[in-house]
């Protein structure tokens, strides 16, 4: 029977005891109305760990002023039907007010570039909001192993320096992006577009690929690949760039030449009000 915790204490309490009875916690971290990119976390914790808890809350500190924090969509009755149907364990679900009592003022940052460029530059203390609800999750929930998206590849990569630099006790697993069938990666926002955005969001995919197939025929020039890309993009009435870049995909460091390394593409667009992120990885 899968459990869900509201209260702080009572959910650190448990994973406690589960750990004492040499219990592996996997733990998938979420802000909930789950699509099957979650669900994927999900199976693959199933398939590694004894007991599966997925949280599900709403991080007011990784919103910035103006962002989608009230409009961000939210149905725990139906995020809890789904994960019964996983057989998950657990359901961790704290309220903000638990969460960061009246006079909070603990945080956990990863500084540097890595943490500034990409959605960082446009959502400046996002990644503060993030590294900081996540170290609060793996210490309630004390989990041998976290799943993560590459969906969010810049979060993960700054999870996983969070984790090595401040030696948390926990495995990251990175896992592959879920995507519907015209290549929009699936995301709670995509609930969120009209059915014209929605339409026009599938060009975020085609331009990844389209560049791929670009480096593969032999474009080494990173400005002429995002030029393509932009290109493509701007094309769509509704999209208005955010970002389009190129990094190294292992640090997110520069790139100047495209040779013989791992690159992530990455690129935010908004359409409307919304949101919306992808990246595709290239072995060049
Ligand atoms: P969120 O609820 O958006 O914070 O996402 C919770 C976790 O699910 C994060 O680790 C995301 O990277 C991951 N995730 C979200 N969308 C997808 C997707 N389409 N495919 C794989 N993982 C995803």
């Known amino acids: 029977m899968m459990k869900t ?17 040499g219990r592996r916690i996997g733990l998938v971290p979420t802000m909930g109305y789950l699509h099957a990119g979650h669900l994927s976390l999900v199976r693959k914790a199933r398939q590694e760990c004894d007991i599966v808890i997925i949280s599900i809350f709403v ?7 103006g962002e989608d924090f009230e409009e961000y969509p939210r149905d725990i009755k139906r ?9 998950a364990d657990a359901v961790f679900a704290p309220s903000s007010r638990d969460m960061y009592p009246e006079g909070y003022s603990t945080f956990v940052e990863v500084e540097g570039s890595i943490t500034k460029k990409l959605c960082g530059a446009s959502r400046p203390g996002h990644f503060k909001g993030v590294t900081t609800v996540v170290s609060k999750l793996f210490l309630i929930c004390q989990p041998d192993k976290a799943y993560f ?38 995301s709670s926002r995509n609930v969120n577009l009209n059915s014209e955005q929605r339409q026009q969001a599938a060009v975020l995919n085609q331009a990844l690929k389209a560049a791929a197939r670009e480096i593969e025929a032999g474009q080494r020039d990173v400005e002429t690949v995002k030029q393509g890309m932009r290109k493509l993009i701007s094309a769509q009435p509704q999209a208005t760039i955010d970002y389009i870049e190129i990094n190294r995909a292992e640090d997110l460091g520069e790139v100047k030449n495209l040779s013989g ?9 908004k359409f409307g009000n919304t949101r919306l992120i992808d990246n595709l990885i290239v072995e060049v």
């Open 149 to 186: 998206g590459q969906k969010d590849a810049q979060q993960v990569t700054v999870i996983e320096k969070m984790v090595r630099e401040l030696n948390f006790p926990v495995n990251i697993v990175r896992c592959p992006i879920i995507r519907e069938a015209d290549g929009l990666a699936l």
């Open 5 to 21: 915790f509201t209260n702080i204490k009572d959910m650190q309490d448990k994973c406690k005891a589960w750990k004492a009875e």
């Open 59 to 65: 991080n007011p500190i990784q919103f910035g002023q």
């Open 261 to 269: 390394e791992k690159i992530i593409m990455a690129l935010a667009v």
């Open 79 to 87: 995020d809890l039907e789904l994960l019964e149907a996983e057989q």
